[in-house]
């Protein structure tokens, strides 16, 4: 069955230390694609990447960074140098695309707090 | 500005009447979805439509409407059949299925509360 699981439900740091986000998923499909989102307090899903699973480039946008390691089934994300604005509730979220309903499995979240 | 809205952002209503969730895309997307948010935990897919004049259920159905008339409204009746329907309602749209893969966007919510 597909699954994905974010062990971390909250993670405090303060400004500027970097911090990651982990997130194992589980699918019997060899094509698939990995997401990640934000929600900040305001409550809409921002999304920040994409990666299907025959690419597993690491991917870096500013302080944004992507770890995804077929191996060990994970896509985690880091964040350099934090800022307050990066306080939210990060998803991760699997699509597999054979099936190719578009539906999206999400992670139950990490909420991040970035204190001053 | 090319997006989705959803209205109204909060809602109340009294147990035992059905309301409707409006979720409308200008962003000429074929897909339209909806989630459920409880506290702590992730988004559960109620429904989704993948074109027009079809929609399938998701993982928790039951209790929930939908209809898709047109290509750019997706509305979610909660029914008084929905045992726990006090919940952060989320619509998003991706471009279609042929497109596979393709990242799904967000509205703003609505955030229901029935007493």
């Known amino acids: 069955a597909q699954k994905v699981t974010q062990a971390q439900t909250e993670i405090s740091v303060v400004e500027k230390e970097d911090v990651t986000l982990d997130c194992v998923y589980e699918t019997r499909d060899t094509t698939y694609y990995l997401f990640w989102y934000k929600q900040p307090p305001s409550g809409e899903l921002v999304f920040l990447i994409r990666r299907n699973s025959f690419d597993e480039q690491n991917e870096i946008s500013g302080r944004y960074s992507w770890n995804f390691q077929k191996s060990t089934s994970s896509f985690n994300f880091t964040i350099t140098a934090s800022q307050v604005v990066d306080s939210a509730v990060y998803f991760c979220a699997l699509s597999e695309a054979p099936s190719n309903t578009g539906k999206l499995i999400f992670g139950q979240g990490t909420t991040l707090q970035v204190k001053p | 500005d090319g997006g989705i809205t959803q209205s109204p952002k909060y809602l109340f209503r009294k147990e035992g009447q059905n309301v409707t969730l409006s979720c409308e895309q200008n962003l000429n997307h074929d897909a339209m979805y909806w989630y459920r948010q409880d506290p702590g935990q992730g988004l559960r897919l109620i429904y989704y439509s993948q074109i027009v004049n079809d929609f399938q259920k998701g993982d928790i159905a039951e209790g929930y409407s939908v209809s898709r008339e047109k290509k750019e409204s997706f509305p979610l009746t909660v029914t008084s059949a929905q045992k726990n329907p006090t919940a952060f309602y989320l619509c998003?749209?991706?471009?279609?299925?042929?497109?596979?893969?393709?990242?799904?966007?967000f509205g703003p919510g609505t955030r229901l509360t029935v007493t």
């Open positions: 998003a749209s991706s471009k279609g299925t042929t497109y596979v893969g393709e990242e799904q966007y």
